[in-house]
Nanobody, 126 residues
Framework: QLQLVESGGGLVQPGGSLRLSCAGSGFTLDYYTISWFRQAPGKEREGVSCISNSGGSTNYADSVNGRFTISRDNAKNTVYLQMNSLKPEDTAVYYC???????????????????WGKGTLVTVSS
């Protein structure tokens, strides 16, 4: 069964840090760009960050640029999202998604995703 599994969410105080993981199960992530999305209560889902299949290029939403860092370890079939200086407005369910691509360093995107995880909840509150 092909699936993505997120982990690492939880409750953290403002200014704190969390690291989310997105692990591929049943398929290798080498041929996929990976994107993180989030959806807060009452709001639309938004793209947060993405990374190319080789890890050579990344993209960040303006709201998280400078605070979040995306990375991948293809040997572990896992993508990470390091979140620092968290704010209450970062509270959301975070999803990872995979997009199949051709090429060794294909640009990542926030549309046309092939696989989605079920999400992990991040709550930033004092």
């Amino acid at each position: 069964q092909l699936q993505l599994v997120e982990s690492g969410g939880g409750l953290v105080q403002p200014g704190g840090s969390l690291r989310l993981s997105c692990a591929g199960s049943g398929f290798t992530l080498d041929y996929y760009t990976i994107s993180w999305f989030r959806q807060a209560p009452g709001k639309e889902r938004e793209g947060v960050s993405c990374i190319s299949n080789s890890g050579g290029s990344t993209n960040y939403a303006d709201s998280v640029n400078g605070r979040f860092t995306i990375s991948r370890d293809n040997a572990k079939n896992t993508v990470y999202l390091q979140m620092n200086s968290l704010k209450p407005e970062d509270t959301a369910v975070y999803y990872c998604a995979a997009a199949w691509v051709i090429g060794t360093n294909s640009r990542c995107r926030y549309y046309g995703m092939n696989y989605w995880g079920k999400g992990t909840l991040v709550t930033v509150s004092s």
